[in-house]
């Protein structure tokens, strides 16, 4: 009993060692685990010697079409190291949130050119025209920026304008 | 109870995808770049919230039918969604309003719908409110904008209100499959959600310095398969691809 949970254990910790290598295709520079959308990893045993991955996943946005994507790639990089038996589950509860990407993730997203969530969470409310949160420029570190729109190339982006050094900018809007 | 809940569900599902699709025919015809990309995040969402629970309906119905078959494969009598989702875009005066109306609609309703006594629609609530926040917010926004704008903008603001607002009636008239869930704790008590939607419509009607038109005949049906002719032409183009290549995949 103890050697087979030594061994698990040894399995997942492999496997998280392994989801580290896959990224958001969308933003490449972010691992699904700096993204904080893997809930849980966990081993069942599968045939005689066998043992089976069970990956609990969880969607960012709702239509966010790089979940599938990144569904296959988890599903190939376990292949590759051997794993044949896999799972791959989606939970939608409790709701993916900005909160959970890690602080490595968001140091990644800046130098990739990115603002990354405020680390103070705000909470999006309903209320029209409210005064913007001060997001800072990837670009040139300037707090002089203006929100263009609240919806960017992806989902999971706004749309920023730095003022000082003219460029515009995505900013993974806290969600 | 099983066929109201898979009835429920389709509902919920069908309004989201079928306003999903006429917002995403805005796609590359947009006012201006920004707002292009905004009303497109806008259907995406929208989809993605259908798919969400359409696999939870193809779950309960337990025979087969699977996300695609319930959105491709349906015939207009089949869908249940609100009249106003399926109305055509109109010009973009009457494409924000509609967005407007439908997300506080939506606003106020998955915030009750999170309370649900079925965990999955719960779920699915949570998950979707924080998406709806930003159409709610962006949505009123154009209505003020244009409301309180030029004379111009203000006219189209006005025109577009005549042309949608018979359509907002069927928001708060349960169908019977909605009655039986809602005694149960599963579905939302439209009469609760519908002064916090009013008292929503009011305030920023009023910013955008435009009238509550008098009450009005409500237009009503599509909750139980009764559809304007418009339904049709978005299933002929919709559903187009697997009706004739059937299980057609990329
Ligand atoms: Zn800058």
């Known amino acids: 009993m103890t050697v087979l949970s030594n061994h698990t254990t040894e399995t997942e910790k492999k496997i998280w060692l392994l989801l580290e290598t896959v990224t958001d295709p969308e933003v490449p520079v972010l691992s699904v ?34 979940m599938d994507v990144i569904s296959i790639n988890i599903r190939m990089v376990l292949l590759q190291a051997g794993f044949k038996d896999i799972e791959i589950k989606q939970v939608l509860s409790p709701a993916w949130t900005t909160e959970w990407m890690s602080t490595e993730g968001k140091n990644k997203l800046k130098a990739y050119g990115i603002a990354p969530p405020q680390y103070k969470q705000a909470v999006c409310t309903p209320d029209a025209f409210q005064e913007e949160e001060a997001i800072q420029c990837p670009q040139c570190n300037s707090w002089h920026t203006t929100l263009i729109s609240q919806f960017g190339s992806t989902a999971c982006k706004a749309l920023y304008r730095c003022e000082d050094c003219k460029e515009p900018f995505d900013y993974f809007k806290c969600h | ?126 998950k979707s409110l924080k998406e709806v926040t930003y159409h709610l917010r962006w949505s009123s926004e154009w209505v003020i904008r244009l409301g309180d704008g030029t004379a111009e903008s203000h006219d189209k603001m006005v025109k577009a209100i005549a042309e949608i607002w018979n ?21 939302v008590d439209l009469a609760v959600i519908q002064p916090l939607w009013e008292q929503k419509v009011s305030a920023v009607f009023a910013e955008a310095t435009i009238a509550i038109p008098e009450k009005s005949f409500a237009q009503k049906g599509g909750k139980e398969g009764i559809h304007t002719e418009h339904l049709g032409y978005i299933l002929a183009e919709m ?11 990329w």
């Open chain 2, 1 to 126: 109870m099983n066929t109201s809940l898979i009835n429920y569900t389709l509902h919920l599902a069908d309004n989201a995808l079928i306003l999903g699709h006429r917002n995403s025919e805005w796609c590359g015809h947009g006012p201006a770049l920004e707002q292009d990309i905004a009303i497109s995040n806008i259907a995406l969402d929208g989809i993605g919230q259908a798919r969400n629970l359409y696999q939870y309906a193809a779950v309960l119905s337990n025979n087969g039918a699977t996300e695609d078959s319930l959105a491709y494969l349906r015939d207009v009598i089949d869908f249940k969604n609100l009249l106003i989702t399926e109305l055509p875009n109109g010009d973009w005066a009457q494409t924000t309003l509609r967005q407007f109306l439908f997300s506080a609609y939506q606003f106020y309703f998955y915030q009750q719908l999170e309370k649900s006594a079925d965990q999955q629609l719960a779920a699915i609530a949570t």
């Open chain 2, 167 to 187: 359509y907002t009636g069927e928001l708060f008239l349960p169908a019977s499959y909605e009655k039986e869930l809602a005694a149960s704790g599963i579905a």
């Open chain 1, 33 to 66: 685990l700096d993204l904080g959308i893997i809930r849980n990893v966990s081993v069942e045993p599968s045939g005689e010697n066998n043992v089976k991955p069970v990956i609990t996943i969880t969607p960012t946005y709702s239509g966010c079409p790089a």
């Open chain 2, 239 to 249: 559903q187009f691809l697997q009706r004739a290549y059937p299980g057609a995949e």
